[in-house]
């Protein structure tokens, strides 16, 4: 916008003839009202803090059916409370444990039982019979199923024990999520993940020992 003013000078010229009336015009532009600059936007990159992943419990499960073992040979009056002790200690803890895999047991994603015991490693007979269950993925199950073939396998894994029910009351039930395959291989020779009755190579292992 422009702004015109007019001043009337009025100049004495001295000795001059007359007065002479000067106009002078001066135009004044008027500043531009301040517009505010517009904050640019900042973009803040979020950045998920990734969690570090939990920290391996080095426990078998040997180590676990020992401790089952001895609970449920506590008196009556004190076994309850000496399983939820084992229970509470295990639940929640990631571990890395070698089993046996059959594909009649491992049917889908969120039935996939596996043999947590390779009898013939031990000296004294396992009699647990719980079958622990892996909680895998659509693509974790493929993937194993694929690996393993259609006989038994032996897969060694890393898993967190999620759910876990020990009671005297209940049977034994113990669910692993987050599962990740370290690797899978096939049976040795002389490895018993299936349970027998008798196994003679025990049986001679404990006669040679009562020997010596």
């Known amino acids: 916008m422009k702004r015109r003013v007019s001043l009337l000078v009025a100049l004495l010229l001295g000795a001059c003839t007359s007065h002479a009336e000067v106009e002078v015009a001066i135009e004044q532009t008027a500043d531009a009202p301040h517009k505010p ?37 506590e008196p009556s009056l004190t076994r309850g409370q000496t399983l939820e002790s084992v229970r509470s200690d295990w639940q929640g803890k990631r571990y890395r444990w070698e089993v046996g895999v059959s594909a009649p047991l491992c049917t889908g994603p969120a039935a996939c039982n596996v043999l947590p ?24 199950h493929a993937e194993l199923l694929e690996r393993c073939g259609a006989g038994l396998c032996v897969a060694t894994v890393e898993a967190t024990l999620s759910s876990f029910v020990l009671s005297p009351e209940d049977p034994t039930s113990l669910t692993f999520s987050d599962v990740e395959l370290v690797e899978v291989r096939a049976r040795r020779q002389g490895e018993s993940w299936v349970r027998r009755k008798a196994d003679p190579r025990v049986a001679a292992r404990k006669a040679a020992r009562a020997k010596g």
Do not use: C, M
Not at 43 to 72: C, G, H, M, W
């Open 117 to 140: 015991f390779d009898h013939a490693s031990q000296d004294e007979r396992i009699v647990h019979g719980w079958l622990p269950r892996l909680s895998l993925t659509e693509e974790r």
């Open 37 to 73: 600059k517009k904050k640019a936007k900042k973009t803040r990159n979020k950045i998920r803090a990734q969690r570090p992943a939990p920290a391996l419990d080095d426990r078998s499960a040997y180590v676990l059916a020992a401790e089952i073992t001895a609970a449920l040979r």
